[in-house]
């Protein structure tokens, strides 16, 4: 895979948000093996952008790697300074899978009744809720009603 080009535009922004990121990968002696090349791309698959520490004193040996690894990975090099290198890669959105007949289903609430004297101990109730059903503040089941959207944000209405 050839690695990505970008925009300095885009390049400067990618630098800023990695600014604060961790390294998720670290290369040691062994330098550029299957299981790094296994980590980075499940790195990049799942945050998209990702700091990778190198621990070599070589900046020659770093920039090749730095290369190889946008290459085979697919990347984009965003940033090299000192040890750390910084790859960028688009994440790929996964589908949704929407299943029609799933709705809320019931879950179990606890509910606190005080007693009016301050005599008593206050009742836990446990009651189950439905997907349809809602608790009001004062500890009653309700049905829910639909929500009517807002005719001010173009949800319909007049």
């Known amino acids: 895979m050839p690695a990505l080009s970008l925009t ?8 800023a948000e990695a600014h604060h990121l961790d ?3 670290m290369i040691g002696a062994e330098g ?13 698959s799942a945050h998209g952008l990702i700091k ?5 004193d070589e900046r020659s040996s770093r920039e090749a790697l730095f290369a190889s ?8 090099p965003i940033q090299h300074i000192g040890k750390l290198l910084v790859l ?3 994440v790929t959105p996964k589908p949704k899978v929407e299943d029609e007949r ?3 289903g019931p879950r179990t609430v606890k509910i606190l009744k005080f007693s009016k004297s301050g005599n008593h101990r206050a009742q836990v109730k446990k ?8 608790l009001t503040a004062g500890g009653i089941v309700k049905r829910a009603k639909r929500r009517v959207p807002s005719s001010k944000k173009g949800g319909g209405g007049a």
């Open 8 to 15: 300095p535009a885009e390049r400067k922004a990618h630098r």
């Open 23 to 25: 390294p998720v990968v």
């Open 32 to 44: 550029l093996t299957p299981a790094v090349l296994k980590e980075a791309d499940a790195g990049l």
């Open 52 to 56: 990778v520490r190198v621990f070599s």
């Open 69 to 76: 690894l946008c290459d085979q990975l697919g990347a984009a």
């Open 88 to 90: 960028w890669r688009p």
């Open 102 to 104: 799933r709705k809320a």
């Open 127 to 134: 009651l189950t809720v439905l997907g349809n059903q809602r």
